[in-house]
T-cell receptor
Framework: NAGVTQTPKFRVLKTGQSMTLLCAQDMNHEYMYWYRQDPGMGLRLIHYSVGEGTTAKGEVPDGYNVSRLKKQNFLLGLESAAPSQTSVYFC???????????FGPGTRLTVT | GQQVMQIPQYQHVQEGEDFTTYCNSSTTLSNIQWYKQRPGGHPVFLIQLVKSGEVKKQKRLTFQFGEAKKNSSLHITATQTTDVGTYFCAASGGSNYKLTFGKGTLLTVNP
């Protein structure tokens, strides 16, 4: 039981490049989330999903897109990376009817 | 949207001293959660409070939810070096699946 996993762990991008971050969970959770964490800013919600095939915008969605084609996977895409997207990205999942969110280990992204 | 203010931003203590972090909201919260993030790690769920005036304990940690459900606190008695990390409160307003996190309190402990 791996819990929540994230791929990759680290990535360096040049401005304008694109990439996809993959989150996978093996707990059969309905809800999944993408957060970004910046120094002094806490965790800010980018996008979330309440079920397979559904996504919704969070607090800071601009510049990101997401997809949830399978229940266990939640993908975060950056179409044209900008230095302001340098951050640590965390994926989390949650079971319906429960409040606890389970976080992945994070992806550290640097955009130069 | 839902906002939670957390203070202090940083706290440095000597090992054995107590520590408290506070979380405040201008609106009534349906529940509040606390998470701990070790340096270089990911947030880990500690506890959830739901009822007005609720107090829960986990060994040296005491969690409180205010009577008006607009504030909460986490108190650590006799800190240890293993308590080092950032403590976040997180609140959900109406839904039970979307959280708003406070900015966190970074605790450092001098041995």
């Amino acid at each position: 039981n791996a819990g929540v996993t994230q791929t990759p762990k680290f990535r360096v991008l040049k401005t304008g490049q694109s990439m996809t971050l993959l989150c996978a969970q093996d707990m059969n959770h309905e809800y999944m989330y993408w957060y970004r964490q910046d120094p002094g800013m806490g965790l800010r919600l980018i996008h979330y999903s309440v079920g397979e095939g559904t996504t919704a915008k969070g607090e800071v969605p601009d510049g990101y897109n997401v997809s949830r084609l399978k229940k266990q996977n939640f993908l975060l895409g950056l179409e044209s990376a900008a230095p302001s997207q340098t951050s640590v990205y965390f994926c989390a999942s949650q079971s319906h009817g429960y409040y606890e969110q389970y976080f992945g280990p994070g992806t550290r992204l640097t955009v130069t | 949207g839902q906002q939670v203010m957390q203070i202090p931003q940083y706290q440095h203590v000597q090992e054995g001293e107590d520590f408290t972090t506070y979380c405040n909201s201008s609106t009534t919260l349906s529940n509040i959660q606390w998470y701990k993030q070790r340096p270089g790690g990911h947030p880990v769920f500690l506890i959830q409070l739901v009822k007005s005036g609720e107090v829960k304990k986990q060994k040296r940690l005491t969690f409180q939810f205010g009577e008006a459900k607009k504030n909460s606190s986490l108190h650590i008695t006799a800190t240890q070096t293993t308590d080092v990390g950032t403590y976040f409160c997180a609140a959900s307003g109406g839904s039970n699946y979307k959280l708003t996190f406070g900015k966190g309190t970074l605790l450092t402990v001098n041995p």
